[in-house]
């Protein structure tokens, strides 16, 4: 600083104030012809350099031409930042820690070519580079070659999380950087590169830019994303306009880090777009052959496309595939379009509070109409969805009078159990509010029926009022629900209007002022007071500030005012309800106690006894309970501790001192009939939910049971069933039928959790009778079946193995009845098929964790050796409808299994006794009569795969051959 003391007030000076800096070089020559053979440079902080040049044409540096070799630039990150002006670098690019180049750079400052290696922290890279700019704007000419070994760009672009490390190489070459007016080749292969956390394989990118029009072409070779494609871009017009042809063989999401379950895709993309702008858009994409795998199913999508007009005056778009048609008709911009449709409801409710407004000048109007229908993928996606014919959604919306209207219909939806019929939902705007009305004709499930449900009202002012109603087919028997939901900055109101209840056609007093408050602030309640005829429901806080102590009662309330509402079964749940509960604490730690009693709880019309409940959480992280059954012959006892904060909460006794089973058996559903006997034991229940730890007993004392299906009553005089550390214990546990022979359970079911179960069981039996039904109890199978058995069972309870003898006795008279299929769907199937025959096979795309059929019996190892006698008969029924019957008595020694796979195997001999067939054709009914002959038999094989019938069946009858031919085929002169 001796000779130049300005310098000092340099930043970059004074970032380094106690550095020398080192120069060494020597040069000749003059200034316009200079040549430095060795300069050397250091001393500020870690920055090095060594070069060489010849520099021609100083000082006018349009003209300067220069000529350098470097052997070492070398710098930190640090020293560039300290070196080069504030702002120079933008915020989203960080420089390498360290970095080295070396090359050679030969020309002026607008032509000249580059040959660069480039060493850093991040990863290495060559560049060779020539560019002139001495054309003119436009005219600039490139030619450029460059590879990357491992560069790790995330880090470069500050997005190490989401990009890694790239090795690339390529070239592009061309006149102009405009891309409406370029002319350019460019060639891109990718050797690996990191993104989301996958390095993507052989990929290669090439194309060409001419006047406006760009063509690219992608091969992918990933084994993850293999696919190819060509895409044609026009940049002339005031839209780009885009030709895009894309074969996807397959893309799995899921490997490449882009989706969490399975995920993959199959399918051909056309897309012919002439503008590719969201707001005014002009095209069509159609997607072929499509197949998507995710969670082991493969869903056929075969072909969607959308095809979109917009002019100067109107905006229409086109959505087609096989379970959906779509039509958006108007003008409206799509990239406005939810912002503005959000902004119309925002005026009657925030649903997004303190959320931006948006406006448009431009108005913004459509019609849309929809329809939805079950088709085979619609079937895959919802396996549920048993009936549907389909959804309609119509409506249409306008900015300029605040106008929106949806309609939404569907006669019928059967889902699962859940039946729906008659449903439609209409929303529109009128009055300055949000009107909407959802109607449902009828809704079942199970036991539960509601017949004209609907729900009704209005938003406006972030208040929503709501009817809601429901008829029984009794008209008398009927709901109503009429209130108010108030959204006030974070607190919401709920409150019912006057009049507002009705149930079980019984109106019920609401008070005036009654509210229930919830949110940010806590919970509130004032005055909601419900009452009718001597029955009442009440909830308050003891003060009107939010998380009182909030006071719950009940006074005489019948269970039965709910379940006549929504039950086909008007006995299903019953019971009055007298108690209160008090909840403390909202704010901090909760707690509370209740003291509840159920009177004369009953269940489909069998009625348990009294249920008293209390509970309380008056000590710290203890739930303390005590339930009583009692009276209607049971008794039971559970009282104990749930302790919220322990991994093994549970504490409880359960004393069961008397279950009067023909008062319980309703809640078998229909299962078990005939009840009647004891229930009787203790048990200690500890642990926790998943893996409970119980002990004790319970004895079954003169109980009697009759299994529906099977209309067989079973008798357990004195049997215990015991609960100890190993799991659920059988020790000779004895059935008997009604003729008092036994069948007798031994050993145990291994357990920890109740949930799974290593099994070790035998199980004898000494003609025992299994069956004695009749068609009305079971339509496929019904008679009498009796039984010699010796039969163990091991493995697990997901993968019992079981295995043993098993005697079908004498006195059996068996029918089995073969399920026939719906003629409705029989005669819609199988008749005629469409093929593409010029498609590709897309039976066998993307099959690789494709579920394979189930059988129902998978897991199941069964190996048992069976034995027919003689005497027992068995009739199957061919077909019910016309009375085809195979009626046969003989003796059998088969072998039969079920592997795990589900495979069911059956060998050996059936040697027929005797045996008749009734058959039914057309017309003609003939009865083959019985056969005595030894020689009679069936034979199963496990290695043929099925029964080998040999039995001659014959009829004598007397008729000439041109009647028997008419007949059958109808008369010679019938067309």
């Not at 750079?105 to 000249?112: D, I, K, P, S, W």
């Given at each position: 600083?001796?000779?130049?003391?300005?310098?000092?007030?340099?930043?970059?000076?004074?970032?380094?104030?106690?550095?020398?800096?080192?120069?060494?070089?020597?040069?000749?020559?003059?200034?316009?012809?200079?040549?430095?053979?060795?300069?050397?440079?250091?001393?500020?902080?870690?920055?090095?350099?060594?070069?060489?040049?010849?520099?021609?044409?100083?000082?006018?540096?349009?003209?300067?031409?220069?000529e350098f070799k470097f052997k070492e630039i070398s710098s930190t990150a640090k020293d560039l930042k300290d070196l080069l002006p504030a702002g120079t670098l933008p915020n989203t690019i960080a420089l390498p820690d360290?970095?080295?180049?070396?090359?050679?750079?030969?020309?002026?400052?607008?032509?000249?070519?580059?040959?660069?290696?480039?060493?850093?922290?991040?990863?290495?890279?060559?560049?060779?580079?020539?560019?002139?700019?001495?054309?003119?704007?436009?005219?600039?000419?490139?030619?450029?070659?460059?590879?990357?070994?491992?560069?790790?760009?995330?880090?470069?672009?500050?997005?190490?999380?989401?990009?890694?490390?790239?090795?690339?190489?390529?070239?592009?070459?061309?006149?102009?950087?405009?891309?409406?007016?370029?002319?350019?080749?460019?060639?891109?292969?990718?050797?690996?590169?990191?993104?989301?956390?996958?390095?993507?394989?052989?990929?290669?990118?090439?194309?060409?830019?001419?006047?406006?029009?760009?063509?690219?072409?992608?091969?992918?070779?990933?084994?993850?994303?293999?696919?190819?494609?060509?895409?044609?871009?026009?940049?002339?017009?005031?839209?780009?306009?885009?030709?895009?042809?894309?074969?996807?063989?397959?893309?799995?999401?899921?490997?490449?880090?882009?989706?969490?379950?399975?995920?993959?895709?199959?399918?051909?993309?056309?897309?012919?777009?002439?503008?590719?702008?969201?707001?005014?858009?002009?095209?069509?994409?159609?997607?072929?052959?499509?197949?998507?795998?995710?969670?082991?199913?493969?869903?056929?999508l075969d072909s969607l496309s959308a095809h979109a007009i917009s002019t100067a005056d109107s905006n229409l778009i086109n959505l087609r595939a096989p379970f959906m048609s779509a039509d958006i008709v108007g003008k409206?911009?799509?990239?406005?379009?939810?912002?503005?449709?959000?902004?119309?409801?925002?005026?009657?409710?925030?649903?997004?509070?303190?959320?931006?407004?948006?406006?448009?000048?431009?108005?913004?109007?459509?019609?849309?109409?929809?329809?939805?229908?079950?088709?085979?993928?619609?079937?895959?996606?919802?396996?549920?969805?048993?009936?549907?014919?389909?959804?309609?959604?119509?409506?249409?919306?306008?900015?300029?009078?605040?106008?929106?209207?949806?309609?939404?219909?569907?006669?019928?939806?059967?889902?699962?159990?859940?039946?729906?019929?008659?449903?439609?939902?209409?929303?529109?705007?009128?009055?300055?509010?949000?009107?909407?009305?959802?109607?449902?004709?009828?809704?079942?499930?199970?036991?539960?029926?509601?017949?004209?449900?609907?729900?009704?009202?209005?938003?406006?002012?972030?208040?929503?009022?709501?009817?809601?109603?429901?008829?029984?087919?009794?008209?008398?028997?009927?709901?109503?629900?009429?209130?108010?939901?108030?959204?006030?900055?974070?607190?919401?109101?709920?409150?019912?209007?006057?009049?507002?209840?009705?149930?079980?056609?019984?109106?019920?007093?609401?008070?005036?002022?009654?509210?229930?408050?919830?949110?940010?602030?806590?919970?509130?309640?004032?005055?909601?007071?419900?009452?009718?005829?001597?029955?009442?429901?009440?909830?308050?806080?003891?003060?009107?500030?939010?998380?009182?102590?909030?006071?719950?009662?009940?006074?005489?309330?019948?269970?039965?005012?709910?379940?006549?509402?929504?039950?086909?079964?008007?006995?299903?749940?019953?019971?009055?309800?007298?108690?209160?509960?008090?909840?403390?604490?909202?704010?901090?730690?909760?707690?509370?106690?209740?003291?509840?009693?159920?009177?004369?709880?009953?269940?489909?019309?069998?009625?348990?006894?009294?249920?008293?409940?209390?509970?309380?959480?008056?000590?710290?992280?203890?739930?303390?309970?005590?339930?009583?059954?009692?009276?209607?012959?049971?008794?039971?006892?559970?009282?104990?501790?749930?302790?919220?904060?322990?991994?093994?909460?549970?504490?409880?006794?359960l004393d069961v001192k008397n279950i009067d089973l023909s008062k319980v058996q309703a809640y078998a559903m229909g299962m078990v009939k005939d009840a009647s006997g004891d229930l009787r034991g203790k048990l200690k229940?500890?642990?926790?939910?998943?893996?409970?730890?119980?002990?004790?007993?319970?004895?079954?004392?003169?109980?009697?049971?009759?299994?529906?299906?099977?209309?067989?009553?079973?008798?357990?005089?004195?049997?215990?069933?015991?609960?100890?550390?190993?799991?659920?214990?059988?020790?000779?546990?004895?059935?008997?039928?009604?003729?008092?022979?036994?069948?007798?359970?031994?050993?145990?079911?291994?357990?920890?959790?109740?949930?799974?179960?290593?099994?070790?069981?035998?199980?004898?039996?000494?003609?025992?009778?299994?069956?004695?039904?009749?068609?009305?109890?079971?339509?496929?199978?019904?008679?009498?079946?009796?039984?010699?058995?010796?039969?163990?069972?091991?493995?697990?309870?997901?993968?019992?193995?079981?295995?043993?003898?098993?005697?079908?006795?004498?006195?059996?008279?068996?029918?089995?009845?073969?399920?026939?299929?719906?003629?409705?769907?029989?005669?819609?199937?199988?008749?005629?098929?469409?093929?593409?025959?010029?498609?590709?096979?897309?039976?066998?795309?993307?099959?690789?964790?494709?579920?394979?059929?189930?059988?129902?019996?998978?897991?199941?190892?069964?190996?048992?050796?069976?034995?027919?006698?003689?005497?027992?008969?068995?009739?199957?029924?061919?077909?019910?409808?016309?009375?085809?019957?195979?009626?046969?008595?003989?003796?059998?020694?088969?072998?039969?299994?079920?592997?795990?796979?589900?495979?069911?195997?059956?060998?050996?001999?059936?040697?027929?006794?005797?045996?008749?067939?009734?058959?039914?054709?057309?017309?003609?009914?003939?009865?083959?009569?019985?056969?005595?002959?030894?020689?009679?038999?069936?034979?199963?094989?496990?290695?043929?795969?099925?029964?080998?019938?040999?039995?001659?069946?014959?009829?004598?009858?007397?008729?000439?051959?041109?009647?028997?031919?008419?007949?059958?085929?109808?008369?010679?002169?019938?067309?």
């Open positions: 600083m001796l000779f130049a003391p300005q310098l000092a007030s340099q930043d970059v000076f004074k970032k380094y104030p106690n550095s020398v800096l080192l120069l060494h070089s020597n040069m000749s020559g003059k200034v316009n012809d200079l040549t430095i053979p060795n300069l050397e440079i250091s001393g500020i902080g870690s920055t090095k350099l060594s070069a060489s040049a010849h520099i021609t044409g100083l000082p006018d540096m349009k003209k300067t031409r220069f360290k970095f080295t180049m070396r090359g050679t750079f030969e020309g002026l400052t607008n032509n000249f070519k580059a040959d660069v290696k480039l060493i850093t922290s991040f990863g290495n890279a060559d560049i060779n580079a020539k560019f002139d700019a001495s054309s003119g704007k436009g005219k600039e000419k490139y030619d450029a070659k460059f590879r990357t070994y491992g560069f790790d760009v995330g880090k470069l672009l500050k997005r190490p999380d989401q990009i890694g490390k790239v090795t690339v190489n390529g070239f592009i070459k061309g006149t102009g950087t405009d891309p409406k007016t370029a002319n350019a080749v460019f060639d891109i292969n990718v050797d690996n590169a990191v993104y989301n956390n996958y390095a993507y394989h052989a990929v290669h990118l090439k194309g060409q830019a001419q006047d406006g029009n760009l063509e690219a072409k992608l091969v992918s070779n990933d084994i993850n994303a293999m696919m190819e494609g060509n895409a044609i871009v026009d940049l002339n017009g005031k839209y780009p306009s885009i030709k895009l042809d894309m074969r996807v063989d397959s893309i799995d999401f899921q490997k490449l880090k882009l989706y969490k379950d399975e995920l993959r895709f199959h399918g051909n993309i056309h897309a012919d777009i002439a503008t590719a702008d969201p707001d005014f858009l002009n095209g069509d994409v159609v997607l072929s052959q499509a197949i998507v795998v995710t969670n082991g199913k493969r869903y056929l409206y911009q799509l990239s406005k379009l939810p912002g503005i449709l959000m902004s119309t409801i925002d005026k009657y409710y925030d649903i997004v509070p303190d959320a931006s407004i948006v406006n448009s000048t431009t108005p913004q109007y459509f019609d849309i109409s929809a329809r939805i229908i079950r088709t085979p993928i619609i079937e895959q996606l919802l396996p549920e969805l048993k009936e549907m014919e389909y959804i309609d959604i119509k409506g249409n919306f306008d900015s300029r009078e605040d106008l929106l209207v949806i309609n939404v219909n569907s006669p019928a939806i059967l889902y699962g159990t859940n039946e729906l019929k008659g449903i439609s939902m209409n929303v529109n705007t009128e009055n300055d509010s949000l009107q909407y009305d959802v109607k449902l004709d009828q809704y079942q499930s199970g036991q539960i029926l509601v017949n004209q449900a609907s729900v009704a009202g209005y938003v406006n002012d972030n208040k929503i009022y709501f009817d809601v109603a429901a008829n029984e087919q009794n008209l008398d028997q009927n709901i109503k629900l009429s209130g108010m939901l108030q959204q006030m900055a974070e607190t919401f109101r709920f409150s019912l209007l006057k009049e507002g209840l009705t149930l079980n056609g019984e109106q019920w007093a609401v008070k005036d002022n009654n509210a229930l408050y919830f949110g940010k602030s806590g919970i509130k309640a004032d005055d909601f007071i419900l009452s009718s005829n001597g029955q009442s429901i009440s909830i308050e806080s003891e003060k009107d500030q939010f998380n009182s102590p909030l006071n719950v009662a009940f006074k005489d309330f019948s269970i039965e005012t709910i379940t006549n509402i929504v039950s086909k079964d008007t006995l299903l749940i019953g019971g009055l309800i007298n108690g209160q509960a008090k909840i403390e604490d909202l704010a901090t730690t909760p707690h509370f106690t209740a003291d509840m009693l159920v009177g004369d709880f009953n269940f489909k019309g069998d009625t348990l006894g009294n249920i008293k409940i209390d509970v309380n959480n008056e000590d710290l992280n203890t739930l303390a309970a005590k339930v009583t059954v009692n009276g209607k012959g049971s008794e039971i006892n559970l009282d104990g501790f749930y302790y919220t904060k322990s991994e093994n909460p549970l504490d409880f006794n229940i500890t642990g926790s939910a998943a893996a409970p730890q119980v002990r004790g007993s319970l004895t079954f004392d003169k109980a009697k049971l009759n299994y529906a299906q099977f209309n067989s009553i079973y008798t357990l005089e004195n049997e215990t069933t015991r609960f100890t550390e190993d799991g659920i214990v059988l020790n000779n546990f004895t059935i008997r039928d009604t003729d008092g022979n036994r069948a007798i359970i031994d050993g145990t079911a291994y357990t920890k959790d109740f949930r799974a179960y290593k099994l070790g069981l035998n199980m004898q039996a000494d003609n025992f009778k299994v069956l004695s039904s009749t068609k009305q109890d079971n339509e496929l199978y019904f008679g009498k079946l009796f039984i010699d058995a010796n039969i163990n069972i091991s493995g697990t309870s997901t993968s019992p193995v079981v295995d043993g003898k098993l005697r079908v006795n004498e006195a059996t008279d068996l029918t089995f009845v073969i399920p026939q299929k719906d003629p409705r769907l029989v005669e819609r199937e199988g008749v005629i098929e469409f093929v593409d025959m010029d498609a590709p096979l897309l039976n066998t795309v993307l099959t690789g964790t494709e579920e394979k059929p189930k059988t129902g019996l998978e897991g199941l190892d069964v190996a048992m050796n069976i034995i027919i006698d003689k005497e027992s008969i068995f009739n199957i029924i061919i077909d019910e409808g016309n009375g085809d019957l195979l009626r046969i008595r003989g003796q059998a020694q088969l072998t039969g299994g079920i592997d795990p796979s589900g495979k069911v195997t059956l060998a050996g001999d059936y040697e027929i006794e005797e045996g008749k067939y009734n058959i039914t054709f057309n017309f003609l009914k003939k009865r083959i009569p019985n056969s005595k002959r030894q020689q009679d038999h069936m034979d199963w094989s496990s290695d043929r795969g099925g029964c080998k019938c040999d039995r001659d069946l014959y009829r004598q009858c007397s008729t000439s051959g041109p009647d028997l031919q008419s007949t059958i085929y109808g008369k010679p002169n019938d067309s």
